[in-house]
């Protein structure tokens, strides 16, 4: 039986994923508020792409008991967790809603339900232990189901795709659920068993936007106040641009450096200076012994 990893405290990296025998990974979106979560990030979507993992997508809001605050909280947080996938370069297939705690199945039907106002039934998974998951399979809310050992009293809901398991293991130094694989497609965007069709080449304009991504999320961390986060984000870009790039690394890296510099002044994020944007592109496109092009320091991007 296939397994993937979850997890939550930082990026183990799809080459240890990959060599410790799992099928893919299903990962948390970046929430709405504060939160320790690490998050998805793009740099992490092209590490499991390029080593053939299949992700799929999970949302929990900052609270808990959020999926008890009816209709209009689903909705909210059905389009929240949209945007943050096409942010990542995702367009999700299936988005799995969090129910992380004993909940009575009859407290979480409104807010799946504004999920599916927004995504449609097909996109909306729900995760849960059996009662929850059971009962939401029931009434048509969700179309993916992943089950945890959790408050399911021993039984399991023959419709979920996945079962997390219980306890934990260490992948990349970190601490990761697993997952047993129930169906071959559970929603994953890529890797074995899913209905996506096979990535076709990217083109310049979107290889360049997958590098900015990944780019831009590694400033952003590197100035969080989470410790480590920097250097999390700095190990799931390792392996990127090898696996994006083909056969002309040097070339690739050559066409891009300018723009990206360009685009990541502009972003202006968390008030990121010209030098910091030249010293992560450096970083990154170093691996091909090309020189990231320096920025205009004159004045800022419109």
Not at 123 to 144: A, Q, S
Request: overall charge negative.
């Amino acid at each position: 039986m296939a397994q993937i990893l979850d997890y939550s405290a930082g990026y183990p990296g799809a080459e240890n994923v990959r060599r410790m025998g799992f099928a893919g990974v299903i990962r948390y979106l970046r929430k709405e508020g504060s939160s320790r979560v690490r998050p998805l990030t793009a740099a992490e979507v092209a590490d499991m792409r390029a080593r053939g993992l299949g992700i799929a997508l999970v949302y929990q809001h900052v609270s808990t008991s959020r999926v008890s605050q009816g209709r209009a909280a689903g909705r909210h947080d059905a389009n929240w967790a949209l945007s943050q996938a096409r942010a990542v370069g995702i367009e999700p297939r299936a988005i799995y809603f969090a129910v992380d705690y004993d909940a009575g199945p009859g407290t979480v039907v409104e807010y799946f339900r504004g999920a599916c106002d927004v995504l449609g039934v097909g996109r909306v998974g729900g995760y849960g232990g059996f009662r929850v998951v059971g009962h939401l399979f029931d009434l048509g809310l969700i179309r993916w189901g992943w089950q945890t050992v959790a408050w399911s009293a021993g039984r399991r809901e023959g419709r979920a795709h996945l079962f997390q398991r219980l306890g934990q293991i260490s992948c990349g130094g970190i601490r990761c659920d697993v997952n047993d694989v129930l169906k071959a497609d559970y929603g994953q965007t890529s890797g074995p068993g899913s209905d996506e069709e096979d990535d076709m080449p990217y083109s310049e304009k979107q290889l360049e936007d997958v590098v900015y991504r990944a780019v831009h999320n590694l400033l952003i961390d590197a100035h969080s106040e989470v410790p480590g986060m920097g250097a999390g984000a700095a190990n799931a870009l390792r392996g990127i641009l090898a696996g994006l790039a083909g056969p002309d690394p040097a070339e690739f890296a050559a066409v891009l450096a300018g723009p990206l510099a360009e685009r990541l002044i502009a972003a202006g994020a968390l008030g990121i200076t010209p030098d910091q944007v030249a010293d992560a592109l450096s970083g990154v496109l170093g691996q091909f012994g090309i020189a990231a092009q320096q920025p205009e320091r004159e004045g800022s991007v419109p």
